[in-house]
């Protein structure tokens, strides 16, 4: 193969899927070809707001942006919702941090 020759990798479809009751619930992307799977859990709040109390992928998934995508779907549906996210989980701070539209659903939710 030269140099020039470019490999085309294709990244698998990850779609995060939801669960939810009237107290909480989770976002959870099912791994292939295991029984593992990752996920971001949080409760809803008496005030309709949402706490993200934890995000977990196993080790040997990490670095695949599956945390990512699981934020992502939560801020989405927070927005959605209009209300907005608590992140107790330091993932989901770092990410709100990180990204402008996401810290206005975090910096203005009552404690």
Known sequence: MSSSDEITLQQPDYTVQHEATPIGGRYYIPLDGTRAFAELTWRRRADGNITAD????????????????????????????GCCVVPACSYVLA????????????????P
């Open 54 to 81: 934890h995000t977990y992928v196993p080790g040997s998934w990490r670095g695949h942006g599956l945390a990512h995508r699981l934020v992502e779907r939560l801020m989405n549906d927070a927005a959605e919702q």
């Open 95 to 110: 990410e709100a941090r990180r990204n402008p539209a996401w810290q206005a659903l975090t910096l203005n939710c009552p």
